[in-house]
């Protein structure tokens, strides 16, 4: 075999395989199918989303939700969807979190629908008092009025993957104890939704808007008197470090969501979109309430082992002293949500419906 026919031969070989090997690089389109629809994406090509939210990096809902959350979707996709976690507000500003999906800023995110005021009012129905006891009971209400359409305009600008809630909002307050509705005139208290400060309000005291990344300096430079928070983010947020003074009583809820890019979703192949889908809508609404709902019980008792004072309210809406000012928050919210066109309250009808059917 002449030196030269060697050389012809190995060469081609080469180029043979290298041709072969370009055919797994994870930049090439996928193949259009002969029907117009979109074909599988290649097996080596990944796509990652990257997801912003507020919570810490060291939070039960990054730990134990979303970390969870991400790895099992990689799992599902057989390493083709790959998650990028952003906590602290990293990526997004809190506030800004929603409109940053919808513009394809980021991926993925999730927010507090109060966040924003005016944005979503008539989600924030949802929030208020006497309508939910729990975050998992809070979660279902918000993904069944969602999932029934009650709610569902509010989020078309971007693909909502799931709703979630948080335990409810009870007074904490760094000097003075709240035993009574008077007990809040005066003092400024962190507002987290324009329910709550409609709320705040309607007792005396000046609402004040604030991220919750900010409310720990704020309390310890006295800028604010108190705030009403769930019990999990008082320990998330080290609010239990400068706050002594508990008033346990369901006085409001919050509504928060997962959303994702509409364009980003609707890209993905078939397969992926079901991948996505099977991992989102009430089986996550769930389950963060499931986390959430553990984590509220136990800094509530750690609470009370460390001798902080706290008094319990726990039906607050046929309370003698707590019914009156709630009751006047709750329909001074609802008259809000009507002037802007809303039919408020046969939300607030649907809201408490879908209440009694999330219990337990």
């Keep these: 075999m002449s030196v030269k026919y060697l050389s012809a031969l190995v060469m081609s070989v080469t180029m043979a395989f290298a041709l072969t090997a370009c055919g797994g690089d994870k930049s090439s389109k996928p193949a259009e199918g002969g029907d117009g629809g979109k074909a599988e994406a290649p097996a080596g090509e990944v796509t990652t989303l990257r997801f912003s939210h507020f919570w810490p990096a060291t939070s039960s809902i990054q730990k134990e939700v979303f970390e969870p959350w991400a790895k099992k979707i990689e799992e599902d996709s057989k390493g083709r969807l790959k ?126 808007g604030l991220p919750a990344g900010d409310v720990y300096t704020s309390l310890q430079k006295g800028v604010i008197d108190g705030l009403s928070f769930p019990w999990e983010a008082v320990k998330t947020f080290r609010i239990d470090e400068v706050t002594h003074n508990h008033t346990n009583i369901p006085f409001y809820s919050s509504g928060l969501m997962v959303t994702m890019n509409k364009a980003k979703y609707e890209a993905l192949s078939d397969d992926l979109k079901k991948v996505i889908d099977d991992n989102s809508g009430m089986l996550m609404a769930k389950k963060v309430g499931e986390v959430f709902d553990k984590h509220d019980k136990a800094v509530l008792e750690a609470a009370k082992v460390a001798g902080d004072k706290v008094i319990e309210v726990p039906d607050p809406l046929n309370d003698p002293d707590w019914a009156g000012p709630l009751k006047k928050g709750t329909q001074k919210y609802l008259d809000s949500v009507s002037k802007g066109g809303a039919d408020a309250q046969a939300v607030y009808e649907k809201a408490k419906a879908a209440s009694e059917a999330c219990k337990g």
Excluded at 175 to 182: A, F, M, N
Aim: aromatic content about 6%.
């Design 83 to 208: 998650i990028e976690l952003y906590p602290s507000a990293t990526l997004s500003k809190p506030q800004a979190t929603y409109d940053a999906a919808v513009k394809g800023t980021v991926d993925i995110g999730s927010q507090a629908q109060g966040y924003t005021n005016g944005r979503f009012p008539v989600t924030q129905i949802t929030e208020l008092p006497g309508l939910s006891s729990s975050a998992t009971q809070m979660g279902c209400i918000m993904q069944t009025l969602y999932d029934d359409g009650t709610i569902a305009d509010e989020y078309k600008d971007s693909h909502l993957l799931f709703m979630y809630g948080a335990g409810p909002g009870t007074l904490h307050t760094t000097e003075k104890l709240i035993e009574k509705p008077e007990d809040m005139k005066g003092l400024r208290i962190r507002r987290p939704s324009a329910v709550a400060g409609d709320i705040i309000e309607s007792m005396g005291a000046s609402p004040v």
